[in-house]
């Protein structure tokens, strides 16, 4: 059966090459012409795109997705959701989470994968009973790691779980790139044989193993895979279309995809891709082959995090004992997979335990938000004595983290009924605090005149 493809430059690819700095001027060329070239569907917005638009870009990240729409008449749409961190990096009320979903279809999504961090299914719930309602696709993605309690058999429970929850398909992502071919051969064969649902992978080239599992996968049934036009492919992002279309030509796999088109596009892109390499936001490192992830397990992107941080204090002679202490700071946190928020929190920990010389002496209040219970349930249980070190014997909570938040939607909206001008707006704001403000105030000359957002 012929593999299906997800194309990711224009987010994943982005996100993990060139710090998500692709403009909308620049993505809508390539979208133009990708839309013609026979793709499943095209990722294009959510991670870390919307705040990249507000935050660098000056853009309105809604104009955007219309715009896409726009320029992708036969291709369906594909957005990233962190359940009930939305596009953010802490817990939102229900009502903000279905506005978002429901304003996200309206603007032009057709496919929202939404996963957590921990995989804690009652995190997905509500963005997941939005996407139904909304008619939207819902594709539910199960973090990938390694651990003693991430076997092949904790994710088939998990893909049966969230078989029930009504999601239309599932994805295994693994934003590490840590998932080995035969490892993937075993996992896809199980969750082929014991759901129904169509299953994606959605893996890294940051190990160097990424092709390979790919491979594997496909042998094993996997309906979708996820790579990135060339230009933003390879290194810490997804592998390149094109290779896989000319890899596959010919066999029952065939994806199908139009060359002409993609070599078309590929053109448009690398005109993006040499600006940011000229510029030095494509680094070099981030297109090397680093193998030494499959041995800490930690995602790319948090190596070069750990190497700026100590950098700047300094200590890069404390590398080796920073990339040896996060998997330890892991297990006593009962293996959370490292993906944001975890990622960062895990990693400044684990600076903080080498840096002061005493492990858990300095503790940033997100791990302890996280040992309340806070981000919702670890994987594992948590390292007893640890935690007993740092939070006492405060209560940890078993509720799901989102049930205390109250309704926020409506409040914001007559709040800053001055700035935001359509829910759209609104929702910027509740994401994103004063970087929306001030996009919003710049966007609509409102900066000279004094404002009462108490009213
Ligand atoms: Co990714």
Not at 115 to 133: E, G, M
Not at 363 to 380: Q, R
Not at 387 to 400: N, P, S
Request: proline share 5%; aromatic share 8%; glycine share 6%.
């Amino acid at each position: 059966m012929s593999v299906k493809i997800v194309d990711t430059a224009l987010r994943d690819g982005s996100q993990s090459l060139i710090a998500t700095r692709l403009t909308t001027d620049e993505i809508l060329p390539v979208a133009k012409v990708l839309d013609k070239a026979g793709y499943y569907a095209l990722e294009v917005w959510g991670g870390a795109t919307f705040d990249s638009c507000l935050r660098f870009l000056d853009e309105d990240p809604w104009e955007r997705l219309r715009a896409i729409r726009k320029a992708c008449p036969h291709t369906k749409l594909q957005m990233l959701f962190r359940g009930q961190n939305i596009l953010g990096y802490h817990h939102y009320p229900d009502d903000v989470v279905e506005k978002f979903v429901q304003k996200s279809i309206e603007n032009g999504i057709d496919i929202i994968r939404v996963f957590d961090a921990l995989n804690d299914v009652r995190n997905l719930k509500s963005a997941v009973d939005a996407c139904i309602k909304y008619h939207g696709h819902c594709q539910i993605a199960l973090s990938y790691t390694t651990s003693p309690v991430h076997t092949v058999d904790y994710y088939v429970k998990l893909a049966k779980e969230v078989e029930k929850m009504g999601a239309h398909s599932l994805c295994i992502k693994d934003m590490a790139g840590v998932l080995l071919p035969e490892d993937a051969y075993e996992l896809i064969s199980r969750l082929k044989a014991e759901t129904k649902l169509p299953i994606e992978l959605h893996s890294h080239c940051t190990a160097g193993v990424c092709e390979m599992t790919y491979r594997r996968a496909i042998d094993a049934g996997v309906d979708i895979i996820d790579t990135a036009l060339s230009p933003l492919a390879g290194g810490t992002s997804q592998p390149a279309t094109e290779a896989f279309n000319y890899a596959l030509k010919g066999t029952k796999y065939d994806p199908k995809l139009d060359q002409e088109k993609l070599d078309e596009a590929a053109a448009i892109l690398q005109k993006s891709r040499d600006k940011y390499l000229k510029n030095g936001t494509l680094k070099a490192k981030a297109l090397c082959v680093n193998p030494r992830i499959l041995k800490y397990q930690v995602p790319g992107g948090m190596l070069s995090n750990l190497m700026s941080q100590l950098d700047k204090q300094g200590a890069m002679d404390k590398f080796e004992d920073v990339l040896k202490e996060v998997p330890a700071v892991r297990k006593d946190m009962g293996y959370p997979p490292l993906v944001t928020p975890l990622s960062q929190m895990v990693g400044t920990q684990a600076v903080m335990n080498v840096m002061t010389g005493e492990r858990y002496k300095m503790v940033p209040k997100e791990i302890k938000d996280y040992l309340h219970g806070l981000y919702g349930k670890a994987p594992a249980p948590v390292n007893e004595e640890i935690k007993k070190k740092i939070i006492g014997d405060d209560e940890v909570i078993t509720y799901r983290p989102a049930d205390k938040l109250e309704p926020e939607f409506e409040k914001l909206k007559k709040q800053y009924k001055k700035i935001a001008k359509c829910d759209e707006d609104v929702l910027s704001i509740a994401l994103f605090d004063q970087v929306a403000i001030s996009f919003l105030k710049r966007k609509y000359g409102l900066e000279a005149e004094e404002f009462n957002v108490t009213l």
